[in-house]
């Protein structure tokens, strides 16, 4: 198509614009398109309305499908514009005239149902921009029937590179639709996760399989889309696929690996998210997510350690909190010999059961009540100790021994009793008839 027959189809096009502006038929169709745009808003305005879940601003603790319902609640009065319009346009032709400005009416609604959808689901502002001056005026090319045009131009430009030919259109199509793909899959692996995640009825373990499972099955798909796109051709990849996953298996064991071991110590349930985990190399933390490579450990001090999943498997676990969230604890102190060791230990307990974090009172078993007793006898004092069980892990947050060590000094204290410390006496066991370098060697 040259310039010549651009410049005639113009022409033309104004021509027939002109003789249907002077057409009584036009100002039919003005009046035909005015009435459905008020009949789709009210019917709209009154549906979502009377829907709970497309009128009330869900809060952000609710599910993800309420969101979801409520976003398309902006789409009820484009798609009924879209229907209204596109029965108008049928019923035009049956009666042997052109609609041509309601058809011009129905590609505009077209376009703006695609711009909520982009306003309702596209958070980010760039990402929105993109979809606006990318994907708009592509649909609206479509829509006038003039994308072939751009496309058969596009594919004239291509470079040849020996057997392999690339064209302006394979790039710009891969671009555009890969973005696409990309963006969707993530966004729906996000929603898919945050539903899967709100099911009441699943434990914290089989939440994770789910999520996780969701996760690879949509990269998949993703990924298989994108290569159609591309124009690679799924059969031939089928017939070599199986020497290239031995090769990949080979350079990807340690991925394949840990992916794995993931999946099994969730199926076991042997390690679950808020876990407090000691492993074998002495670093501690709560499991806070799984990957498909690796878990994340939070410690107290604001770390994140990436522990892959094998090493949960291969090397040795201590799983503080997996059969029971309470833990024991022990604090130690001293007192002097001449202490009364029966009435100390008495008021020690009921110092120690008074903290809020300490599990007291005359519910709980006595195994589990706080308890004070005689560890050893020291070179200055009765070495004694309490022990006591609580919620938790004592360390960072909670910080239960450090309180108990405070309450049990200041109820020493208060009860007259002084921690000892370490004293020695020195006897001089001559009558100074000997030198004073005698006397010194003897003291040492």
Not at 99 to 125: D, E
Request: glycine share 8%; charged share 20%.
């Amino acid at each position: 198509m040259n310039i010549e027959a651009l410049q005639t189809e113009f022409d033309a096009l104004i021509q027939t614009l002109m003789l249907s502006l002077s057409s009584g038929l036009t100002y039919v169709q003005l009046l035909v398109i005015f009435i459905i745009y008020a009949t789709a808003y009210g019917l709209s305005f009154k549906l979502r309305h009377s829907i709970g879940v497309t009128h009330n601003i869900p809060i952000e603790t609710a599910h993800p499908s309420q969101k979801l319902l409520y976003r398309l609640g902006d789409m009820i009065f484009p798609i009924l514009a879209i229907t209204l319009l596109k029965i108008s346009t049928h019923v035009g032709e049956s009666l042997q005239y052109s609609p041509w400005l309601i058809q011009t009416a129905f590609t505009v609604a077209i376009l703006i149902f695609v711009n909520s959808l982009i306003t309702a689901f596209v958070t980010k502002r760039h990402l929105g921009l993109a979809f606006r001056w990318v994907l708009l005026p592509i649909l609206f090319l479509h829509l006038i029937d003039v994308l072939p045009f751009i496309v058969a131009v596009l594919r004239n430009m291509s470079i040849e590179l020996g057997n392999l030919s690339i064209s302006a259109y394979g790039v710009a199509r891969v671009l555009i639709f890969g973005g696409f793909l990309f963006w969707l899959g993530r966004e729906s692996s996000t929603f898919g996760k945050a539903v899967i995640k709100n099911q009441k009825s699943l434990d914290v373990p089989t939440k994770e399989v789910f999520t996780k499972l969701f996760e690879v099955s949509l990269f998949c798909i993703v990924v298989l889309l994108l290569m159609n796109i591309m124009g690679i051709n799924l059969t031939t990849l089928a017939v070599f696929g199986g020497a290239l996953g031995v090769g990949i298996g080979l350079g990807l064991q340690s991925i394949a690996s840990n992916f794995i071991s993931g999946i099994i110590i969730l199926l076991d349930k042997s390690l679950t998210v808020g876990d407090f985990v000691e492993l074998d190399d002495g670093q501690k933390g709560f499991v806070r997510e799984f990957k498909m490579r690796y878990a994340v450990l939070e410690t107290y001090d604001g770390k994140d350690i990436l522990v892959p999943n094998e090493k949960f498997i291969s090397s040795l676990l201590i799983n503080w909190t997996h059969k029971d969230p309470k833990q024991r604890y022990r604090v130690d102190f001293s007192v002097p010999y001449a202490t009364d060791i029966r009435k100390m230990v008495e008021f020690i307990k009921t110092a120690v059961a008074e903290h809020p974090q300490v599990i007291s009172g005359e519910d709980v078993p006595f195994e589990e009540r706080p308890d004070c007793e005689i560890d050893s006898f020291g070179d200055s004092g009765v070495n004694m100790f309490v022990e006591f069980w609580m919620l938790g892990i004592d360390d960072g947050k909670n910080r239960v021994g450090g309180d108990l060590m405070l309450i049990i000094f200041e109820t020493l204290r208060a009860n007259g009793i002084e921690i000892p410390f370490p004293q020695r006496e020195v006897r001089i066991l001559n009558d100074g008839s000997q030198p004073n370098h005698a006397i010194k060697g003897a003291g040492k």
